[in-house]
């Protein structure tokens, strides 16, 4: 694989240094909020519960994000990718696993809150765990399968960061991308969508949940959605008929979805007044 050390064709550099821009304040945004989230955890103790494990596995998650975010915003303002091809791997891979992990995540806080407000029974310290177990192990596995030869990671449009490969369009990415579209995509927006739709079904409007029930769905579809729908058409027809400056626009909105995680799950299940009363 060949190291991009110029900008690609249809960009100028004004536009790669604005993109950088942008993935820095995301990337600085992100880390900040979710780094608070993190911090809360580990001083307050009446945070430490099961459900707020949940929580702070999201955290972790999107943390992972920023600082992928924070790596291409870097090479962007530098206008080269300069950690070569052994880096463009690990880049894709630490960005992929943590962005699985922060979609898995989502579902398996909102499976914990319809627990928790729906059967009305505490969320065991083992079932928590074995939640957050379950979706960094599921993430690695998935994010090293591109690594192993099903998939590939490859230099996005702009050249300054590194990705799922998806230009080839060829039968080996098109499989991979289905199943890991279903799995990590489909199954965990369903699990988000169900879990807050049934609490919503069951608790009414006599005691309405103290948590969002509409922003967590849909973050995953509007955060995530249009990332995977730019694999789907590259799957189906190619890129060539997708101009490179609207092949950015997706990875910027992705980048997006820690800073909002960390609003809506940490503001709204009171960790940071918990850290603010201290």
Known sequence: MAEAVSLPTGFGELEVLAVGVVLLVEALAGLSLNSLTIFSFCTSPELRTPSHLLVLSLALADSGVSLNALTAATASLLRRWPYGSGGCQAHGFQGFAAALASICGSAAVAWGRYHHYCTRSRLAWRMAASLVLFVWLSSAFW????????????????????????????????????????????????????????MEQKLGRTSPPQVNTTLPARTLLLGWGPYALLHLCAALTGTALIPPRLQVVPALIAKMVPTVNAVNYALGSGIWQRLSLQ
Do not use: K, V
């Not at 998939?151 to 990415?173: I, Q, V």
């Not at 990590?184 to 807050?196: Q, V």
């Open 143 to 198: 994010a090293a399968l591109p690594l192993l030869g099903w998939g590939h990671y490859d230099y996005e449009p702009l050249g300054t960061c590194c990705s799922l490969g998806y230009a080839r369009g060829s039968r080996n990415f098109t499989s991979f991308l289905f199943l890991m579209a279903f799995f990590n995509f489909l199954l965990p927006l369903f699990i988000t969508f169900t879990s807050y739709r049934l």
